[in-house]
């Protein structure tokens, strides 16, 4: 059985800009092109054509899982990617420090961007109970922590108490008439209320108010989604999958569907990212694993900025890791290239147009596009694909799949 790397550059796809080309177009690629000229190539819209896929629920659709059937909501999921382990029936929310005064207005929604004592502020909060249900509060990065409640009889159908912009804290409210519902929505206005009365009295907030920076004196959740098992990668694909990612969301989908995540050093998924050190870790994975995915968020950054040069920098830092790594890899692995949505400079968004993808390896119908990018891509013998389709695709050239029928 061969091997596969699935190589995810987020938000790589994009419109014509800069000169009427894209950053894929623009950008000096040789490994890549390389890649696409021995191999086939294609179009793929992860989710399906005219929507707008989220960097979470496409994801999903290249692991082979529909997102429309697994999709547990972003709070469970950042919340598996910084490691917290989740039990059936956990409702998981993102959440944040923030300012507010005594009213509850905000005055900053992320508590001045804090960072240093925000460990230990949320250390203040963990392990506390509401009404039975045990309270679980970790600190990401900067002002971002996952809040888990954990419990008998929740549910994730209930509103946000953050208003996602200026105004005052909301009150959550159940979406349905059920009595989980109510309960959960009530132990998350409890547990607000509580982290403002610990918080407003912390002596890191004395502390950093006597510096003149804002208190981080209040959590504020939202996004509730639960949390419960799915098939495993192994079981459902007949191998077993290691993932190489340095953004939380993406070790959490990956951690979601039972990949194992390995920590690499330096991975911090921005445009300084360490690839030299993810390539190593490809290497090292292939030694245990037969499927590897690497994800890189930096091509996805510099389309939400709007930076041309910058996306088009990202490709080609992104092509020079490629040219090292291919040879490297051991006899007969699969490279397969693509990304889990367009990032349009233009729109500095997300957008529903499709990535280009390419799939190199033994036995595949080699086309006659010379060029990775959306335009040449769109007559590659792949055709164009839905995200759901490609880990079938994979599995068979992989060897791993059956006749149907006889
Ligand atoms: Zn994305
Ligand atoms: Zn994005």
Known sequence: MAQALLIVCDGLGDLPSKNGKTPLQAAKKP??????KKG????????????????DTSHLALFG????????????????????????????????????????????RRAGRIEEGADELAKLIDGKEIDTVKIILKHSTQHRCALILRGDGLSANITDVDPHGAGKVLKSE????????????????????????ILSKAEINTRREREGKLPANIILSRGAGAYRRIQPFKERHGFSAACIAGGALYKGVAKYVGMDVIEVKGAIGTFNTDLSAKAKAVL?????????????????????????DGKVAM???????????????????????????????????????PTPILIYGKNVRVDDVEKFDEISCARGSLGHLRGIELMPIIKDKMGHAH????
């Not at 490994?31 to 696409?36: C, H, K, P, S, Y």
């Not at 690497?294 to 930076?307: E, S, V």
């Not at 006749?403 to 006889?406: F, L, R, T």
């Open 403 to 406: 006749v149907y029928g006889s």
């Open 284 to 308: 090292e994975a292939f030694k245990t694993h037969e499927f590897v995915f690497l994800h890189i968020k930096g091509t996805d950054n510099a389309g939400h900025d709007g930076d041309f």
């Open 315 to 353: 490709i080609e830092k992104i092509d020079a890791m490629i040219g090292d790594l291919t040879p490297k890899l051991p006899e007969g692995t699969y490279i397969i290239l693509t990304g889990d949505h367009s990032t349009p400079i233009s729109l500095k968004r997300h957008s529903s147009d």
């Open 174 to 197: 159940p979406i349905d008439s059920t009595p989980e519902a109510r309960k959960t929505s009530k132990v998350l206005n409890d547990f607000t209320k509580l982290s403002y009365d």
């Open 40 to 55: 086939a190539t294609g179009l793929l819209y992860t989710i399906s054509p005219g929507i707008i896929p989220g960097s």
């Open 65 to 108: 899982y529909e997102p429309e059937k697994f999709y547990p909501g972003r709070g469970p999921l950042e919340a598996l990617g910084i490691g917290i382990e989740l039990r059936d029936g956990d409702i998981a929310f993102r959440s944040n420090f923030a300012t507010v005064d005594k009213d509850m207005n905000i005055i900053d």
């Open 31 to 36: 490994n890549i092109d390389r890649l696409a």
